[in-house]
C-alpha cells in the first residue's frame, strides 16, 4: 500500500524560502514518479513539479521554473520541494503525489494524473 506523508509547510513573507518533503512508502514500481502538485483556495489542482525516481529527470509548471526545484534523495523514497522567491500566489495546499511511470514525460504533473496523494501541507505566502 502506497502512503506518502508530506511536511515542511508554514507562513512565510513573499521573497522567501520553504522546503516541502514526502516521505513515500509501499512503492511498488521499478519506475515512478513522484510529483508535488497544490491547490489554492477555489481554484483547481495544478500540476507543480515532478521527478523520476528512476533517472531522476524533473518536470516543472512554468509558473515556477527558476523558483522551485524538486529533487529526491538517495534511496528514492523521499522527494523535496525547495521553494525561494515566493509569491502570494503560492499560496495554496501542496499535496505529494505518486504513480508509476514509463516512458517520456511520464512524470509530468502538468500532463499526467497521478494515482497516491498524500494528505497535504498548507503553505501561505503574505505579501
Known amino acids: 500500500q502506497v502512503h506518502l506523508v508530506e511536511s515542511g509547510g508554514g507562513s512565510v513573507q513573499a521573497g522567501g524560502s520553504l522546503r516541502l518533503s514526502c516521505v513515500a512508502t509501499?512503492?511498488?514500481?521499478?519506475?515512478?514518479?513522484l510529483a508535488w502538485f497544490r491547490q489554492a483556495p477555489g481554484k483547481e489542482y495544478e500540476g507543480v513539479a515532478g521527478?523520476?525516481?528512476?533517472?531522476?529527470?524533473?518536470y516543472y509548471h512554468d509558473s515556477v521554473k527558476g523558483r522551485f526545484t524538486v529533487s529526491q534523495e538517495y534511496a528514492k523514497t523521499t522527494v523535496y520541494l525547495q521553494m525561494s522567491g515566493l509569491k502570494s500566489e503560492d499560496t495554496a495546499m501542496y499535496y505529494c503525489?505518486?504513480?508509476?511511470?514509463?516512458?517520456?514525460?511520464?512524470?509530468?504533473?502538468?500532463?499526467?494524473?497521478?494515482?497516491?496523494w498524500g494528505q497535504g501541507t498548507e503553505v501561505t505566502v503574505s505579501s
Open positions: 509501499g512503492l511498488f514500481s521499478a519506475s515512478n514518479c
Open positions: 521527478i523520476s525516481t528512476q533517472d531522476g529527470t524533473t
Open positions: 503525489a505518486a504513480r508509476a511511470g514509463y516512458g517520456v514525460n511520464s512524470c509530468d504533473p502538468t500532463k499526467n494524473n497521478f494515482d497516491y
